[in-house]
């Protein structure tokens, strides 16, 4: 195997891991996966004309425009019993794909992957559907070990078919 | 039964319905089936939404010649633009040909609208410049009478442009009535007033339109339940809630038809919320301003569906300070289950850019759809429909509770007298009474009254009124 091949795979891993964290509510261990400076943004995504010159990802509107800070907030609110939105939890199913290594600077790698997050909560069969990709930053740490250092995902939608997001994407 | 008729259009059953949130003022009860029922919601699109002022975006939304966005009244589809003389409009988003909308995107910049149907081509104040094979087939066709249309009214305040497809429908001055005291000190104690960030965040929700709009005319008791890990955490500072000691609160009913509840520190002691140097006394009256200054917590509704809301929130509360921004709130009926929210943040325009960041940054980690406040609220209010749409609702003639403060129930006061603004105004965030006015105003609309019953003797004129469904029977 070369080390194109080694590295997609070790990114895989860490985003599936990741994923695994995050489906099973093992949000503080999920924490543990973010750099310090994690930067973690979800932009609105705008619907243009073709050609329009301004993105169809907001510069200014963002669903998220999270730091280490604001989002282990969000986690120790979860953990709290008066936190309905998780209560009772989302059930969620992350499914990672496409992951594609497309850029190595020092410790950093830059990651896009496609991720679909089924997401049901209700006394009833429905559920909802996100779907979008994800630009990640992977940095090794001292031991080698990646982290999480940015974030941007870009969602298919444009109105937010759920409720609400008291998950992360 | 007429048209000019005060009863609701519809059967005997949803009018027994109707006819019971007009005596919600004495009950403080409503018939839980309001929150859905698929009848009640088409009378609402043509009662509330076909005849109110319904809110339409912000001025900072377009600022530039040929900047438009599409924006809805209703389930009517307009292009909200800023044409190529500066002037703002509200066009039915409507090819005068065969009817398809011209706009497909969200928002963008065009100085003219193109009709993919058969190219029509309209320039963005609306005038039909474009007709292919004019010349050859449809030479008498006169392009003067098939500019895009207008909505019936369009006006704005302070920043707030609004829409009516009623012809009927007062100037929006007088709509908003006495309630503009009330947007003036939300809107006006900054200089050169606020400014949109980004685009409205959108999304759909399982509920009707009218629980978040209730809720926002200040149900403060539901912070303290709802809102609680957001409060244990100091997402919001225990010490501004409603509970906080050290906060003047009133709640204000009966405002020409509109409400809201607002809390603030006395004298003018600033919160910290917003720096301090955004403060401007124009345009304000003194007491005005001081409450302003010192403003905690607000929340209100425009009926029907504008809410707006300043609070002082903290994102994280060991690291970052606590911040104010302001939030509009639309809330777009969809049908009697289903409701699109449509967010906007705001920020002073002359604060710094840092503040402006964290000022929106704050926003949507608190209200928005991630928002650790309203997360909350959508995991409740879905509830409500459920249940409101139930056979058992129906059969048991259930009803929802806003009696906080009707008769003896608790010890507020009714401070109007020594208030400087106007409305009935009660020393306490923990009333009903802001909802009750909610209700009231919604019984009116439905009964084609005007929402503010000190204008009762001054009835809209009622031309053309197309017939309803129900009418047409
Ligand atoms: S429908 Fe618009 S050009 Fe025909
Ligand atoms: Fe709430």
Known sequence: MNDEHLLTLECRQFLVTEAELLDDHRLHEWLELLTDDIEYRVPRRVMRERGAEASEFSDDGFLFRDDRGTLQTRVERYDKEYAWAENPPSRTRRIVGNVRPVER???????????????????DADHDLITGEREDVLRRNDDGEFRLARRTVRLDQTVLPTRNLSIFL | MGDTSNQVSGSRDVRDVVEDVGRVAETGEVPSRIHNDREIHEVELERVFGEMWVFVGHVSEIPEPGDYAKR???????????????????????????????????????????CPYHNWTYKNTGELVGVPYKNEFYQELDTCEHALESATQVDSYRGLVFATISESAPPLEEYLGDFTWYLDLNLGFVEDGFEVVGEPIRWEIDTNWKIGADNFTGDSYHT????????????????????????????????????????????????????????????????????????????????????????????DPDDREVTAFLNLRKWQPLGPK????????????????????????????????????????????????????????????????????????????DISEEWPGPGDVYDTNLEDGTMRTFYQSWYRAMTHRRIDAEREDAPSKRRDRRPNQEERR
């Open chain 1, 105 to 123: 600077a020092d410790d950093d790698v830059t990651v896009k992957n496609n991720v679909i997050v089924y997401r049901s909560q209700g006394d």
């Open chain 2, 338 to 413: 289903k409701t699109q929210l449509w967010n906007w943040i705001l920020v002073p325009r002359t604060a710094s850019e840092e503040f402006k960041e964290r000022a929106y940054d704050t926003g949507i980690a608190t209200f928005s759809i991630s928002g650790s406040f309203e997360v909350d609220d959508f995991a409740v209010w879905d509830g409500i429909a459920e249940a409101a749409g139930s056979t058992y609702v129906k059969k048991h003639r259930s009803t929802s509770n806003f009696q906080m403060g009707v008769g003896e129930m608790s010890d507020s006061a």
């Open chain 2, 72 to 114: 809805y009244v209703g389930d009517s589809p307009f292009i909200f633009v800023r044409d190529e003389t500066g002037e703002i409009r509200v066009l039915f988003d409507s090819c005068q040909h065969r009817g398809t909308t011209v706009v497909r995107a969200e928002q963008g910049n065009t100085s003219h609208f193109r």
């Open chain 2, 224 to 315: 303290l339940a709802t809102h609680k890990s957001a409060m244990d955490l100091d997402i919001f500072p225990p010490e501004l809630s409603a509970t906080g000691a050290e906060r003047a609160p009133a709640d204000v009913t009966n405002c020409s038809g509109h409400s809201c509840m607002l809390a603030y520190l006395e004298n003018g002691t600033l919160t910290g919320g917003y720096p301090p140097e955004v403060f401007s006394a124009d345009g304000l009256s003194a007491d005005q301003f001081e409450i302003a200054r010192g403003l905690v917590s607000s929340v209100g509704t425009v009926f029907p569906n504008l809410s707006f809301l300043q609070m002082n929130l903290n994102a």
